[in-house]
């Protein structure tokens, strides 16, 4: 008897993992929906195999630019981050000088920090 519980025990996990959907594990929940409904779009034709994730990832990769990088590496920046970037400017023009000096200037209006 004990046996065949463990027998049914171990069906059950197997069909509830399966219900679960494949999604990769390193995406949110958004980026999956919309990948989803990509490939639920591509795959509504009457013949032909199904299109595969990779294959939907692989040609959206495909299509990012230089400027999507640009864009991509701006929003990590933090604003002590352009801070820096903008002192690092002014001191390449106008000689070294100081964080604390250069936070001053910008304070006082002497200086304007360019926002990329």
């Known amino acids: 008897m004990e046996e065949q519980k463990t027998v049914e025990r171990t069906s059950e996990k197997k069909s509830s993992q399966a219900k679960r959907k494949n999604v990769l594990k390193k995406l949110d929940a958004d980026a999956a929906k919309l990948l989803q409904a990509l490939k639920d779009k591509a795959n509504k034709k009457t013949f032909g195999r199904k299109v595969r994730d990779s294959e939907v990832i692989s040609l959206g990769l495909s299509l990012i630019s230089v400027d999507h990088i640009q864009n991509l590496q701006n929003q990590t920046l933090s604003e002590k981050d352009r801070l820096h970037m903008a002192h690092d400017e002014y001191q390449k023009t ?3 000088i100081t964080m604390d000096q250069f936070i ?3 304070l006082k209006g002497e200086v304007s ?3 990329n």
């Open 94 to 96: 106008n000689g070294k």
């Open 104 to 106: 001053g200037k910008l």
């Open 113 to 115: 920090a360019n926002r």
